[in-house]
């Protein structure tokens, strides 16, 4: 059974930074894409930020310049690094990763940015 689990969530002031961080487990043969989601109260889960096993990685404009995805192979480990932040960045973050060739959730780490 292959689990993801993030950490690194918590309460920060606007400006701050925060390092989520995915680590997936089990029986693992290959990960190919890597990302992170968040889901704001009221809203739908949107993507942030993806990473392919090459390192080529995707944005969305929201957090673009702030956030950095990036990830450790040899660890099976994704990371978000999160500068900057604002209250609107306030989501519950999901960890997703293709595990030998299907799809994979975390359960979500609370990211709470007060003004």
């Known amino acids: 059974q292959v689990r993801l689990v993030e950490s690194g969530g918590g309460l920060v002031q606007v400006g701050g930074s925060l390092r989520l961080s995915c680590a997936a487990s089990?029986?693992?043969?290959?990960?190919?894409?890597m990302g992170w989601y968040r889901q704001a109260p009221g809203k739908q889960r949107e993507m942030v930020a993806s990473i392919t096993s090459g390192g080529n990685t995707n944005y969305a404009d929201s957090v673009k310049g702030r956030f950095t995805i990036s990830r450790d192979n040899a660890k099976n480990t994704a990371y978000l690094q999160m500068n900057s932040l604002k209250p609107e960045d306030t989501a519950v973050y999901y960890c997703n990763a293709y595990v030998n060739f299907l799809g994979y959730w975390g359960q979500g780490t609370q990211v709470t940015v007060s003004s």
């Open positions: 089990g029986i693992i043969r290959s990960i190919n894409d």
